[in-house]
Structures are given as C-alpha cells and as structure tokens.
Nanobody, 116 residues
Framework: QVQLVESGGGLVQAGGSLRLSCAASGRIFSINAMGWYRQAPGKQRELVATVTRGGDTIYADSVKGRFTISRDNAKNTVSLLMNSLKPEDTAVYYC??????????WGQGTQVTVSS
C-alpha cells in the first residue's frame, strides 16, 4: 500500500500563486509516476501534471507555461507550483501515485479556489 498526503491548497486571487505538496509513504519503491489530477464541481477528474521517477513530465495543455511539477525521489515528495492562477483552475486537487502495474493510488484531495 501507498499513502499520499497533500498540503498547500487554499484561496487565492486570480493571477496569484500557490504551491501544492504531496508526501508519499508505504511501498514507495513500487511507484513510478507521481503527479496531480483535479476535479471541478460537475466535471470529471482530469490530469494536471505527472512526473516519472526518471523525471519525464506530462502537463495538461491548460496549465502548460503556468504550472511546474517537481519531484524529490529521496524525500518521496512531489510538488506543484501554480502561477498565474485563473478562476477556471478552481478544483479539488488530488495527488496520485501509479505503480509499475498501472495501479493508481490517490490522496484525499486539497481544495484550490481562485477568485476573480
């Protein structure tokens, strides 16, 4: 099992910045990709950004150039720096970890609210 605990959500004005962090524990060695998904009210959960153990990243088109994902393999953490936030970025953000068998673990989620 893998446990993921997020921190860093909150309320910010449009144009502002937030940093989300996620700490992983448990069977960390089994995890390859880590990252973030988000879910806005009435919408499906969607990819925000992921990073593999080797450092390969994937970003949603909507956040490219504004968000930066980083990972510290030694500390088993992944972070998401979100700049130039927009009201449409408002959502619950979920940390995820995917193992080499493509099973995905999820954190409990953290609310990000961007006011206009």
């Amino acid at each position: 099992q893998v446990q993921l605990v997020e921190s860093g959500g909150g309320l910010v004005q449009a144009g502002g910045s937030l940093r989300l962090s996620c700490a992983a524990s448990g069977r960390i060695f089994s995890i390859n990709a880590m990252g973030w998904y988000r879910q806005a009210p009435g919408k499906q959960r969607e990819l925000v950004a992921t990073v593999t153990r080797g450092g390969d990243t994937i970003y949603a088109d909507s956040v490219k150039g504004r968000f930066t994902i980083s990972r510290d393999n030694a500390k088993n953490t992944v972070s998401l720096l979100m700049n130039s936030l927009k009201p449409e970025d408002t959502a619950v953000y979920y940390c995820m970890g995917r193992n080499y068998l493509d099973y995905t673990y999820w954190g409990q989620g953290t609310q990000v609210t961007v006011s206009s």
